[in-house]
């Protein structure tokens, strides 16, 4: 009660924050009279003039309200778009490295022009960060005109394109892309062997279009970049004919928990072979499966050690069977490839695919070709990945419900922009149907009603496969509608630009088609662009006019039968998502309303508070058809939701907790790799590490406090093995403490070293120490991340014995990480040491017993040192 006097009192944080910015916009707004007058030359000055205070000790926050002045005419004069106060205020927020929070329809767009111009003066790069490659290219194309005028230039990074077109597009003041484009750039960057192959420069400043769906959705899924792994194709099909023949044990159908079947007492053998929990996205075989599955294999004990692999491809094809759906979870294209459907936007995430196996389980089930198994080469999160730039803002128009997590993950604080006019849509209560065909049967007459007084409507889906189903009743009742699901991406901003027509019917998977404004009566642009192909095309302008007088008639209809309706057929698992569906319909004070159809039979009600409302519904007696609308109904959808989403914060959070640990190392192997990139002559660095090897083995082999008992012989036998050096006097080492005969041993290699590079020339040398080091780098790296793969899938057992699997992920990657610098080090010197520059004759011959060792590794290696292949570079 007190907070909220003083609320009442002081207003709220976000209140005093819009108050304290609006006196900004005031000074930006006095700014207006005084450049209207500029010529256009005098203007576009003003970037050089800028340019200029900068450079003489000036900051970004100093020039602030001048820029975002010029910005503002310039963008009256180019695009004949005039930023709303509000949206000043949402630019100044972005320029603070904050989150924007502004509704759908205020023009996000536009608002992100003034921060991306402001913080595109250091010449430093900007990076806008949209959703997919079409809205880049639409929002650089549209704004490209803006920041040229103002003589910034401006580039998109699309799916693609050339190392070259990248390099030159980062180069640019402004760039464009996906985050995925960006982060794999990233990655790809850090693989290269030439400091010329990099196309990024520095991470400057960033700001993330729909924020909440790259930062917050997307971030359950890290980035990976892999190579072909052994081929284990045959094991997924095997696998999954085996899981074929395995039945569900139906009485999971009936609880909530497989941990609850053990208190009811009912033999394995009454079960199926396997118990389905759907809550915990789990699968446990029964012991009757177990036994199935061993005869059918013909196997003495599944559980064996040897069997683990088979296990997990068994796990796999189970899951790919019992949790992951066609239409829902992923499409099966006419190509025959499996394609993940995005759970939050319902678009199809090309080029993604499922780790551990599971993808190539859902292909066998499909009975499509297997790919195979890939080998993880270089992964990061997006989490890591955004939070490397130096300044980091987001926009959306639903970011608040995850207000804790962008501070608790980005540092990223959440300031909600008032609209520029009220919002008036009426958001009506949820509908609760008993069944699923109830409901369907009562969405279908809604729509009806809907499109026959002629009021346009926006039908929310939650998948394609129950977006194709209404679809089809649709059209057994000759409604005419469109459909955009993850199946239609290409067309999607076409379809929804034109949601808001007069009768217009539409059908959207999880809000896909995000990122273009629904205008009431239909866009014009859109129109004119379906019979023109360009703006530039000089029957443009008379077309778009046209099309704009019917737009404005239609708009009028529409606006007298009350605006946009926004039906959802289902809640979502996030109450973003409902918003966002929400959000779609009374944009810049137009009319609209809002309606969310449910079952008790919808997932979210069938597994996390159906009781409650059957209970209702019984109670009542409703007849058949009659839908129960209740607070206390809203009240618990919203309870559930809550808790699934704090379950997904605590997935995105605890991949970010292991995810850290590999950020440290990644970060010290990318440095380390960079530096020596850079540099041209890496003797000292070679030597630096043939010296911290010599000493790690000297300690090693004498360990013992007795010099008698000091492992002499090990020592020698291993630097005969891999520096072909030989010790000439026997009881040397006796004269030495372990330090000094560490240096005499060091000063003997380095004496070798020297010859060598006189024997091959220094030129030679240089480039071989490079190529070497880099070789052995990125191996080992490749290998030290597979270890890593394996360690997560195991770390979780450790729970069992009551220890933090987060805690004994660092100790033992650190352990596993420090292993793998000393054999880095280990191996980059053994081999220059052993390599032999031959005559081309020789050369030639050398390829040929290279390869010939390969096949059979007891020949004798190539590298001139007499040992066979294994014991030598083979080990």
């Not at 390099?167 to 400091?195: C, H, P, Q, W």
């Not at 033999?267 to 075989?285: H, M, Q, S, T």
């Not at 294999?297 to 068994?314: D, G, R």
Request: aromatic letters at 8%; proline letters at 2%; one cysteine or more.
């Amino acid at each position: 009660m007190i907070n909220a006097l003083l609320k009442k009192i002081f207003g709220t944080k976000n209140d005093r924050e819009i108050k304290a910015l609006s006196k900004v916009v005031e000074k930006i707004n006095a700014l207006e009279p005084e450049y209207e007058k500029l010529s256009d030359d005098e203007l576009k000055d003003k970037t050089r003039i800028f340019k200029e205070r900068l450079a003489n000790g000036e900051t970004l926050d100093d020039i602030l309200v001048e820029a975002f002045a010029v910005v503002r005419e310039a963008s009256k004069r180019v695009l004949g778009l005039r930023h709303y106060d509000v949206q000043l205020i949402g630019g100044i927020v972005l320029h603070q490295g904050k989150i924007t929070e502004m509704k759908t329809g205020e023009g996000k767009t536009l608002v992100a022009t003034c921060p991306v111009y402001l913080n595109a003066l250091t010449g430093r790069g900007v990076h806008v960060i949209t959703v997919n490659d079409y809205l880049a290219k639409r929002d650089r194309d549209q704004m490209s005109r803006l920041y040229g005028f103002l003589g910034l230039s401006s580039a998109a990074i699309l799916n693609g394109l050339s190392t070259q077109v990248r390099k030159e597009a980062y180069s640019s003041d402004i760039t464009y892309g996906t985050n995925s484009e960006f982060g794999f750039d990233y990655l790809r960057d850090n693989m290269v062997s030439n400091l010329n192959d990099k196309v990024q420069r520095k991470l400057n400043y960033c700001i993330v279009d729909e924020v909440d769906s790259i930062l917050i959705d997307e971030a359950r899924t890290p980035l990976i970049i892999s190579g072909a792994a052994e081929d284990r194709v045959k094991w997924y099909q095997i696998s999954f004919q085996v899981v074929s023949m395995l039945t569900r044990s139906f009485e999971t159908e009936k609880i909530k928990n497989i941990k609850e079947k053990k208190a009811m007492n009912i033999p394995d053998e009454k079960w199926g072979d396997y118990e389905v929990d759907e809550k915990a996205r789990n699968i446990v075989l029964t012991e009757k499966g177990v036994k199935k599955i061993e005869k059918l294999l013909k196997l003495e004990n599944l559980y064996s050690p040897e069997h683990v692999e088979l296990t997990h491809y068994l796990n796999q094809a189970l899951k790919a069977k019992e949790l992951f759906k066609r239409d829902r979870d992923y499409l099966l294209k006419d190509t025959g490839e499996v394609v993940i459907i995005d759970e939050f936007t319902g678009r199809a995430m090309e080029g993604r695919r499922y780790s551990d196996g599971l993808h190539q389980a859902i292909e066998a089930k499909e009975g499509v070709n297997i790919a195979s198994e890939n080998q993880t080469l270089a992964t990061i999160t997006l989490q890591n990945y955004f939070r490397m730039y130096e300044k980091l803002a987001g926009m959306t128009g639903t970011a608040e419900t995850e207000a804790t997590e962008f501070v608790h993950t980005y540092g990223l604080q959440v300031v909600v922009i008032p609209t520029n006019l009220p919002v008036i849509r009426k958001d009506h209560a949820d509908l609760v149907y008993k069944t699923r065909k109830e409901k369907i049967n009562a969405i279908v007459d809604r729509i009806e009603k809907l499109y026959e007084k002629g009021q346009p409507v926006l039908v929310g889906t939650i998948s394609i496969k129950s977006s194709e189903e209404l679809s089809e009743i649709l059209k057994a009742r000759k409604i005419p509608h469109n459909v955009l699901n993850a199946k239609f991406h290409a067309k999607e901003a076409e379809i929804v630009a034109q949601a808001g027509r007069f009768k217009a019917v539409t059908i959207a998977t999880n809000m896909a088609g995000r990122g273009t404004d629904i205008m009431l009566g239909g866009n014009p642009e859109f129109m004119a662009l379906s019979e023109v192909n360009s703006r530039d095309d000089e029957k443009f302008k008379e077309v778009f006019e046209k099309y704009q007088a019917q737009c404005l008639a239609e708009k009028e209809k529409v606006l007298a039968l009350g605006g946009l309706f926004i039906l959802g057929t289902e809640r979502h698992e996030s109450r973003r998502i409902d918003n966002q569906l929400r959000g779609r319909s009374g944009r810049q004070g137009d009319p609209g309303e809002s309606e969310f159809y449910l079952s008790l039979e919808d997932d979210l009600m069938r597994l996390f508070g159906s009781e409650r409302v059957m209970l209702w519904m019984d109670k009542l007696k409703l007849p058949e058809g009659e839908p129960i609308t209740h607070k206390m109904i809203n009240s618990a959808i919203e309870k559930a939701q809550k808790k699934i989403e704090a379950r997904n914060f605590g997935i995105r959070k605890n991949l970010l907790e292991f995810d850290d640990v590999m950020n440290k190392q990644r970060s010290a192997i990318y440095e380390s790799r960079n530096s020596a990139l850079a540099i041209d002559n890496l003797k000292d660095k070679i030597l630096e590490m043939l010296k911290e090897n010599i000493s790690l083995k000297v300690f090693e082999k004498f360990s013992e406090e007795m010099k008698e008992d000091w492992d002499i012989d090990g020592l020698n036998e291993y630097l005969d093995d891999y520096y072909g050096y030989e010790e000439t006097e026997e009881k040397e080492y006796l004269k030495h403490t372990r330090e000094s005969y560490a240096e005499r041993i060091y000063a003997k290699l380095a004496e070798k070293y020297e010859e060598k590079e006189k024997e091959i020339g220094s030129d030679f040398m240089r480039k071989l120490e490079k190529y070497i080091l880099f070789e052995v780098v990125d191996n080992r790296w490749r290998e030290h991340l597979k270890a890593l793969d394996g360690l997560r899938e195991s770390i979780y057992l450790r729970a069992y014995g009551q220890r933090d699997p987060v805690v004994e992920y660092k100790l033992i990657s650190g352990q596993i990480f420090e292993q793998m610098i000393k054999t880095i080090q280990e191996q980059a010197t053994s081999f220059l040491f052993k390599v032999v520059v031959r005559n081309e004759e020789e050369k030639s011959e050398v390829e040929t017993i290279s390869e010939n060792n390969k096949k059979n590794p007891e020949g004798t290696c190539s590298c001139g040192s007499g040992k066979p292949y294994e014991k030598c570079c083979g080990r």
